[in-house]
């Protein structure tokens, strides 16, 4: 379970195992969010609006990168938002 990046107490993870639609984990504290890569909507979890927002920010600039991940199998590290 690679560690993509990490920006505001925020980690978001790539499993590369997992089926399904293309997608990645966000965690911040106790809260958890899967988003589906291709339309960056949050389609399972309970995180705070605020890093919800966030994360979607995140996605947008680095979507290309996820998608191409996911279809690769292959981890590279990304930075996080500043």
Known sequence: ???I????GIV????????GIPHFH???????GIFNISTLEMI?????????????EWAKKYQK?????WKTQKFI???GLE
Do not use: C, W
């Open 65 to 69: 990168e996820l998608i191409k991940m």
């Open 12 to 19: 978001i993870k790539l499993y590369f195992k997992e089926h």
């Open 77 to 79: 590290k990304l930075p």
């Open 44 to 56: 399972e979890g309970d995180l705070p609006q605020r890093s919800k927002r966030l994360i979607i």
């Open 26 to 32: 966000a965690i911040y504290n106790e809260y958890n």
């Open 1 to 3: 379970m690679p560690v």
């Open 5 to 8: 990046t990490r920006f505001y």
